[in-house]
């Protein structure tokens, strides 16, 4: 089994190769290898008390932030709490993510009301939304056409994206886009609000529709009564542009190092499961404060195999599954989270100026024989 690589600049270089023969039914049995590896470690079972102590924090930290925000009154000291709840915030909905891929509670109904309550209630952001885009996501990450992450309509992320006509003005940003995403990413709080919204009130399937509405309702209209009540008009916008602004910018800042600039998967080509997580994601390496401030989604390749695995263990199981993909001779992608933002930025430039990308997209217009082989190297 030869491995094939280009000497690109920089990123990961995949290629298809084809197996000895017209199947590798092997292939599939690997990530069952591997979860049994992973489950006769115990690193799926339950941490209550590490979540029951988090799901406590929730309203305690939310009633002393609101606590704050009433003793400062209408003070421009405000914009110091405004901050403050973008944190509070971004850190619950990350609990409420948790919650959604059932590694709190065994019962999924807990697990479900939990993320609900959490989302809805606290956050302001639908679960029924949330849950429909985020499992398309998993099931299909980076697929063409499939994974929705990848279907933004300001950014152009595939090649196919960025040759749709626009007028002159929207091509020279497209062209550019990679220093405009970040600044781009201030917007997503308030996007995160309006498509919950949209969606509760569409005809769009949503479970518990009156209770999603009703929770969203009392966190964002009494969200905005509380602030527009102590604070003055002036002072009520800067302080939601900051809050807004901060909670989008946190939120983004921790998802687009996952995926972004790693290779594309074209519509309709087939992969075993590991491989098809495991190559499409890549791993934000630092100590147990970055595991903290990024909510466990810089071991995003361990939580894309394993979605129901708690947090705590993600860490704990990262040097067993990256043995076992290198003993497979799948790559396993890891890098430093500053280094992750300049290879986003680049890949999404060079998207965007219409290089088809010889390290990130090979699979774009890749047609693989049946149980062609995903082989891959990191970058030098």
Known sequence: MALEVDPAPAGTVVRALPAEG??????????TALASIVRSSGLLRRRYGYYWAKLIAVPVVTILSIGLFLVLGDSWWQLFTAVLFAFVFTQIAFL????????????GRWNDWTSLVIGNLFVGMSYGWWQHKHTRHHANPNREGVDPDIDLPVVAFTPAQATVPRPPVFRWVIGHQGWFFFPILLLEGLSLHASSVRRVLSRAPVQRRPVEIAFLAVRILGFLALV?????????????????????????????PN???????????????????????????????????????NYQIEHHLFPSMPRPHLRRAAPTIREFCTTAGVLYTETTLI???AIVTRYINRVGLGEKDPFACPLVELRATPGAIILTRPRA
């Open 96 to 107: 409420g993510h948790d919650a959604a891929h059932r590694q709190i509670f065994r019962s």
């Open 22 to 31: 017209p199947s590798r039914p092997e292939h599939a049995e690997d990530f």
């Open 259 to 297: 995926h972004k600039g790693m290779p594309l998967v074209p519509h309709d080509l087939k992969i075993d499961f590991l491989r098809r997580q495991v190559l499409m994601s890549r791993n934000i390496h630092g100590s147990r404060v970055l595991d903290f401030m990024m909510g466990g989604l």
């Open 339 to 341: 280094e992750s933002y």
């Open 228 to 256: 527009f009540v102590v604070l003055s008009p002036g002072k009520a916008a800067v302080f939601l542009a900051v809050q807004l602004g901060l909670f989008g910018f946190y939120m983004g800042m921790s998802f687009a």
